[in-house]
C-alpha cells in the first residue's frame, strides 16, 4: 500500500510539474515589468508611438518641445509611410546617366552606381540618390513661459517622471515649471495617422502654455532629424480654416502638399513670429487641454476627426490585442544574469517593430524615427526587418510588407532585362515606387534577391493554404527566374558560378573580382529548391532552367577545413580587411538550414575560426544574432547566449529598446528585428530541431516558458 501511496505521489508531482509547464505565459506581467521610466532628460532616452504606418517620437514633455537637444540622439521625429517628398528637376536628368557598363564574365551589363566625374553625371547621380526622400512632417511640442516672461529651456523642466505602457501605448508625462505641474498624456492611434494629447496644468489658465507646430525643411542629406529650420522660402504653409472645434493647416513643398488637422475642446490658432511657425492657444478658463492631431495627405474634415478619446480607446484596444495574439516568453526564475536584460530586449523590441516597421512599406533601418541614407529602405534588410514576424505568429504584418513587390516587380523586370538577365532583380536601395538609387556597393548586391521567396514560404508554412501559393507564385518563380538567369557557366569546371559582378553580405569585396561568397550561393541553392517546391506543391512540373544550375552550382568554397567569405578570398581569415563586416559566412547556416551543400564538421571549425580571429568592433547590430542562430544549429546554445550578450557597441540596446551603432546610427531596427529573429528560433526550433526551447541551455539557469512560436526553416 505504501508503495502504491509513493507510485502516486511521484505521479501527481510529475502532473503537477506538467501543469505547470502548460501554464499559460502571463502575457501582460512579463510586458509590464519592462515599461519605461525616464527621470532625466536624455537624448538617447525619448519615446516613440505609432502603429506600423506613423510614428511620432517624443521628449519628457510628452511631445517634441526639444528638437535640436534631441537631434544627435533619438531625434524627435514626425513620419509616415506616405511622407515623402521629391525636389523639382530643373535640369532634366535621366536615370541612364547613372549607368555604367562593367565587363563581367564576357559581357558588358550596366549598373547604376554613383560618378565622381564628368561632372553633369555626377550630379545626376546626386541627384538620383537626394531627391526623393521620406519626410519629417512636423515638430509639435510645447510653447512655455515662465513667470519672468522668459521661454522655459530644458533646465527649467523639474521632477520629471515619464512612463510608457507598453501594454496600453499610453505615455504619461510628468513635469514642473517653477513648482506648477505639468502632466500630459500622449497617444498614438492605431488606424491613424495621428497623434492625441491631454494636457493638465494652471499653466494653462496662465496663458503660460500654447502648443506648437513648426515644419522643417528636408536637409537632402544622408540624414534627417527633423530641426533643420533653414530655406523657409522654398516651402509654404498656411491656415487654411480655424474654429471652436479645431483648424487644418496646409503644407506644400516642391514634391508634396499634406495637411495637419487639429480637433480641439476649446482653443485658437494663430501664425508665430517665423514662417512655419504655429501656435494653438487653450481656452484659458480650464486647466485641462485635449486635442488630436492627424497628418493627411488628402485634406480632412475636422468634423469628423477622431479626438483624444477615440484614440485612447484606439491604443488601448489594438496594443491588447496585439500582444494577447501571437508568440510569447518568459524567462522568470532563470538564474543567468543576463536572462532579465534578454527578455527586456525582446519586449521592447517587438514594441519597437510593431510601430516602426509593421506597416505596408519595408522600412528604412531607422524606421519612422529619423531619416538614414535619405529615408529609404533596403530591401536586403527586409529579412531582418519582417522575417520574425513570421516566426512570432504574426504572420499578418510580414505580409503587409510583402505585398510591397508586387507594386514594383514592373521597375525590377526592367533592371534584369536591362543586365541581360530573366525575372526581376530586386532592388537594393529603393524608394516607395521601387526607383532605383545610385549605389557604388547596393548595385551589386544579391542577397536581397531570394528573401521574397524565404519571406512567402514563411507564409505558405503557417496554414499550408494553397491561396497563399496562388497569391505569391508568380513573383515567386519570376525572383527564381533571375536567379538561374544570373550564374555564370564555367565550362573548364563544368559548374555554374555567382559572379564575378557582385558584392556580398560581406561588403568590403570588390565586385569585379568576388564570385562564389558562402552564404550567397548556400541561400540561392535553397531558394531555387524551394521555388521548384512551389511548382510541385502546384501540380506543375519542375523548371528544366532551374535544375540546370541546381545540379551544377558552385559547391560552398572551402580550404583548410573551414568555409572562405567567398571562393576569390583563399586568405579570408589572414587579410584583417576580410575579418570586417558582417561575417556572412555563417549566415550559410543559420539564416539558411543545413542542405547538402554544407558539411556541419566544416561548419564548426569556420565558427570557431570566425568568432577568434573576426574583429568584431568592426560589425553591425544584426551580425550578433545571426551568429547566434548559426550556434544554435550546431547545437552550442551556451554560445548563442555569448553571441547575443557580445560586448560590442554596435550590439548595445539603449534603456528605450533601440540598438545603438554609433553616432550616426543612433538606432537600428535590424538589429531589434535580429534579437527576435534569434530569440523565435531558440524557442520555437527549426526544421530537425526537437524538443521544447532547443536553442537555450539545459544547465539549470535557464527557465524558458515559451508559446505560440513558428518553427524557423
Not at 515662465?146 to 510608457?164: C, F, H, P, S, Y
Not at 501594454?167 to 517653477?178: A, K
Request: proline residues 4%; glycine residues 8%; contains cysteine.
Amino acid at each position: 500500500m505504501k508503495k502504491i501511496r509513493t507510485a502516486a505521489v511521484c505521479v501527481l508531482v510529475l502532473l503537477g510539474g506538467a501543469f505547470a509547464q502548460a501554464q499559460p505565459v502571463n502575457r501582460k506581467a512579463v510586458v509590464s515589468r519592462h515599461n519605461l521610466v525616464n527621470t532625466k532628460i536624455d537624448s538617447l532616452e525619448s519615446l516613440t508611438l505609432g502603429n506600423g504606418k506613423f510614428a511620432f517620437t517624443a521628449d519628457v514633455t510628452g511631445l517634441q518641445t526639444f528638437p535640436e537637444r534631441y537631434s544627435r540622439g533619438v531625434s524627435l521625429g514626425t513620419q509616415s509611410e506616405w511622407g515623402w517628398d521629391s525636389f523639382k528637376d530643373t535640369v532634366g536628368y535621366k536615370i541612364e546617366e547613372t549607368l555604367k557598363d562593367y565587363d563581367l564574365n564576357g559581357r558588358k551589363i550596366s549598373y547604376c552606381v554613383p560618378w565622381s566625374e564628368p561632372l553633369r553625371k555626377r550630379n545626376a547621380s546626386e541627384w538620383f540618390r537626394k531627391s526623393v526622400h521620406r519626410l519629417q512632417l512636423g515638430n509639435l511640442g510645447f510653447d512655455m513661459l515662465r513667470k519672468d516672461g522668459r521661454a522655459v529651456t530644458t533646465a527649467d523642466i523639474k521632477n520629471i517622471r515619464q512612463e510608457l505602457n507598453l501594454w496600453t501605448g499610453v505615455l504619461s508625462s510628468h513635469f514642473t515649471i517653477e513648482g506648477i505641474p505639468v502632466d500630459v498624456t500622449t497617444i498614438a492611434h492605431q488606424d491613424q495617422d495621428m497623434v492625441a494629447v491631454q494636457v493638465k496644468s494652471k499653466l494653462i489658465s496662465e496663458g503660460r502654455l500654447k502648443i506648437r507646430l513648426r515644419y522643417p525643411y528636408p536637409t537632402a542629406e544622408f540624414l534627417d532629424a527633423g530641426e533643420n529650420w533653414k530655406n523657409p522660402e522654398k516651402h509654404r504653409s498656411s491656415i487654411l480654416s480655424s474654429s471652436s472645434e479645431g483648424s487644418v493647416v496646409q503644407h506644400q513643398l516642391e514634391g508634396i502638399t499634406y495637411f495637419t488637422s487639429f480637433k480641439w475642446s476649446g482653443a485658437s490658432i494663430g501664425s508665430g513670429a517665423v514662417p512655419h511657425y504655429y501656435q494653438i492657444t487653450p481656452d484659458n478658463k480650464k486647466d485641462v487641454f485635449e486635442f488630436s492631431c492627424l497628418f493627411s495627405a488628402e485634406e480632412p474634415s475636422v468634423q469628423g476627426q477622431a479626438d483624444y478619446r477615440a484614440a485612447l480607446n484606439s491604443s488601448r484596444e489594438a496594443w491588447n490585442s496585439f500582444w494577447m495574439s501571437g508568440a510569447a516568453i518568459d524567462f522568470a526564475g532563470s538564474t543567468d544574469p543576463r536572462a532579465r536584460e534578454l527578455e527586456r530586449r525582446v519586449v521592447l523590441s517587438q514594441y519597437l517593430t510593431k510601430v516602426q516597421c509593421a506597416g505596408s512599406f519595408p522600412p528604412q533601418e531607422t524606421g519612422l524615427t529619423y531619416n538614414s541614407w535619405f529615408g529609404k529602405p533596403h530591401l536586403e534588410m527586409h529579412w531582418w526587418h519582417a522575417v520574425h514576424f513570421a516566426l512570432w505568429n504574426r504572420v499578418d504584418l510580414m505580409e503587409k510588407s510583402l505585398s510591397y513587390y508586387a507594386k514594383v516587380a514592373d521597375k525590377a523586370k526592367l533592371i534584369a532585362e536591362r543586365q541581360g538577365f530573366k525575372g526581376v532583380r530586386w532592388q537594393k536601395m529603393t524608394d516607395h515606387e521601387g526607383n532605383e538609387s545610385p549605389s557604388s556597393v547596393g548595385a551589386f548586391l544579391i542577397w536581397q534577391q531570394p528573401h521574397f521567396i524565404y519571406m512567402a514560404e514563411l507564409a505558405y508554412r503557417n496554414k499550408e493554404d494553397r491561396a497563399v501559393l496562388e497569391k505569391y507564385k508568380d513573383l515567386v518563380f519570376a525572383t527564381a527566374d533571375f536567379m538561374a538567369s544570373f550564374p555564370t557557366y564555367d565550362k573548364e569546371k563544368d559548374r555554374y558560378n555567382l559572379g564575378k559582378g557582385l558584392i556580398p553580405a560581406q561588403e568590403v569585396f570588390k565586385a569585379e573580382q568576388t564570385f562564389n561568397p558562402t552564404y550567397e550561393v548556400a541561400y540561392w541553392d535553397w531558394a531555387l529548391r524551394v521555388a521548384q517546391k512551389w511548382r510541385e506543391r502546384l501540380g506543375m512540373e519542375r523548371n528544366q532552367e532551374w535544375d540546370k544550375v541546381l545540379n551544377k552550382l558552385a559547391p560552398l568554397p572551402q580550404l583548410n577545413g573551414v568555409y572562405l567569405a567567398t571562393e576569390s578570398a583563399p586568405d579570408s581569415y589572414t587579410t584583417e580587411r576580410w575579418r570586417t563586416d558582417h561575417p556572412a559566412v555563417l549566415g550559410a547556416l543559420g539564416m539558411v538550414p543545413a542542405s547538402s551543400k554544407l558539411d556541419k564538421a566544416t561548419m564548426q571549425r569556420t565558427f570557431d575560426t570566425v568568432w577568434k580571429t573576426w574583429v568584431w568592433d568592426h560589425t553591425w547590430g544584426w551580425d550578433f544574432p545571426m551568429t547566434a542562430m548559426t550556434a544554435a544549429r550546431l547545437g552550442n546554445p551556451s554560445r548563442a547566449l555569448d553571441a547575443l550578450f557580445m560586448k560590442v557597441q554596435t550590439n548595445t540596446y539603449l534603456k528605450n529598446g533601440h540598438n545603438y551603432q554609433d553616432g550616426r546610427l543612433r538606432i537600428y531596427l535590424p538589429g531589434n528585428g535580429g534579437v527576435l529573429t534569434a530569440v523565435a528560433m531558440m524557442a520555437g526550433g527549426w526544421d530537425g530541431s526537437t524538443g521544447a526551447n532547443p536553442g537555450f541551455p539545459k544547465n539549470g539557469k535557464w527557465k524558458v516558458r515559451s508559446e505560440g512560436f513558428k518553427k524557423m526553416p
